[in-house]
């Protein structure tokens, strides 16, 4: 017990104290006293590893504005913990070395939605992410937290990116899944018309559009 409080106050000692300040006022009369402890204690943790701390305390504040029980809570932010953790694990295996919180962030996001480490990393593997690790990342949850399969996910970003389409385009991806839907359409048959359609337009004659250039 002595060598883990040792180390927690490493951690909040490896913390600015403005951020530990701000972590703390963020939180004050928002959550009960010790979630708010732990939330401190998580987030110099995370912040002395490279990791976001928003996350954390966003879980937090959620779990207070809903009256959700002190354990509950406590045991939802250590899971955002993890996800973090394991994100910026599968962000480096993809070779962002180091990774920014951003995308870390947009990787727990994707994880908590159902991709997968080895899915997160080929997604952002050089020169598969031409529009940003963070975009494509948070696209990517999206879909599949609107029950598109993850593979089938992967194959529609991945594809879609390569095709040459702009950012914009790869945001428009969640919407035009969820008119597919509208129309009967199943999750897994909407990303696959969607990846079909952007395939045809990258070969269509006459097009110009700009391709990754690590995919020729």
């Known amino acids: 017990m002595k060598t883990l409080f040792v180390g927690l106050l490493l951690a909040i000692g490896a913390m600015p104290v403005a951020a530990q300040q701000d972590v703390g006022a963020r939180l004050a009369g928002r959550v009960p006293p010790e979630v708010a402890t732990l939330v401190q204690q998580l987030a110099a943790d995370a912040a002395a590893r ?25 045991s939802a932010v250590r899971g955002v913990a993890a996800q973090l953790t394991a994100a910026a694990a599968a962000l480096r295996q993809g070779g962002l070395t180091p990774p920014d919180t951003d995308a870390i962030a947009a990787g727990a996001f994707a994880l908590n939605a159902g991709l997968s480490g080895a899915q997160i990393a080929q997604l952002v593997r050089p020169g598969a992410s031409a529009p940003g690790a963070a975009v494509t990342l948070r696209v990517a949850g999206t879909l599949t937290a609107l029950g598109v399969p993850a593979t089938e996910t992967v194959a529609l970003v991945s594809g879609t990116i390569e095709a040459g389409e702009s950012p914009a385009e790869l945001l428009t991806l969640p919407a035009r899944v969820q008119a597919a839907l509208a129309h009967g359409a199943t999750p897994a048959q909407a990303a696959a018309g969607l990846a079909r359609a952007a395939a045809a337009r990258a070969n269509a004659p006459g097009q110009n559009r700009p391709k990754n250039p690590h995919h020729p």
């Open 50 to 74: 490279g990791l976001p701390v928003d996350p954390l305390v966003q879980k937090a504040i959620e779990g207070g504005a809903k009256g959700i029980p002190a354990d509950r809570v406590a």
